[in-house]
């Protein structure tokens, strides 16, 4: 929150009262959080990947998420939820934002086409980690249905499925929409680490916690395996700057 300073325009604990008791219920950061008109700038970081649940209308069995590189039925259903909750975190922080108040989006997106063979994102990193899962079902540690019913809820948009996003709702301008250098971990074991810390408590929840050690064990053994996806350079995940201007109410 960036103020002036002065006592009018610091948001108080009244001010935050005078939401709906429906809007306060959505603590989620796609709904309502902060007073009409209240804010200058907003800033999100890394975040709107993250989905408000996975889709519950794809047929996904034996995988943990969509395909990043095969549009199907599964990719479309993600695409679908991705815009609707971008929609509803758009909404409403241009209930939030003053006229002419800018915000900054920084999120992890992929491009439109990469090749398999030699290349890889965060969805081929994430997919992996699903066929883990497949393999632990098959050696019977874990059911195979509980396999079929986890999806987890991310989605990595293109720029151009981003942009067109924005442009649809109609609340802002597009100030700036900049690729930036994606930062690549510079080993397989912090990239295991990564995810595990990502991923730990939604799989834990579904599956048990006392399967996680040993899930990560074989997700790092066919991380380091690969001959695509041990070498950085092979990732073309993207990192996508958007600063938006709230337009006049």
């Not at 992929?110 to 398999?116: A, I």
């Not at 063979?117 to 990193?125: G, K, M, N, V």
Request: include cysteine; aromatic fraction near 10%; hydrophobic fraction near 40%.
């Amino acid at each position: 929150l960036v103020t002036d300073g002065s006592d009018e325009d610091m948001v108080t604990l009244k001010e935050k009262e005078e939401l709906t008791d429906q809007e306060e219920e959505k603590s989620d950061f796609h709904g309502r959080l902060l007073p009409k008109s209240s804010l200058h700038f907003a800033y999100c970081s890394w975040s709107l990947h993250w989905l408000t649940e996975a889709p519950t209308t794809a047929l996904n069995k034996g995988a943990a998420m969509y395909s990043g590189n095969r549009k199907d039925q599964v990719y479309d259903a993600y695409l679908c939820q991705f815009g609707k909750d971008l929609g509803s975190f758009l909404d409403a922080r241009a209930q939030e934002l003053m006229s002419g108040g800018l915000m900054a989006l920084l999120l992890p997106t992929v491009p439109s086409f990469w090749d398999p063979q030699t290349e890889y994102t965060l969805t081929c990193d994430l997919n992996l980690l699903g066929s883990c899962l497949v393999d632990m079902a098959i050696k019977g540690i874990i059911d195979e249905a509980k396999v079929d019913t986890f999806n987890l809820p991310y989605y990595f948009a293109t720029p151009e499925e981003l942009k067109t996003i924005i442009d649809n709702n109609n609340n802002y301008c597009i100030e700036r929409f900049e690729i930036l250098k994606n930062p690549r971990m510079p080993s397989v074991n912090d990239r295991a680490a990564f995810y595990r810390v990502v991923t730990e408590k939604l799989i834990g929840d579904h599956f048990g916690s006392e399967i996680i050690d040993e899930l990560f064990d074989i997700y790092l053994k066919k991380l380091s395996a690969s001959s695509v996806l041990v070498n950085t350079s092979n990732d073309k995940t993207l990192v996508t700057l958007v600063v938006l201007k709230r337009k006049a109410n």
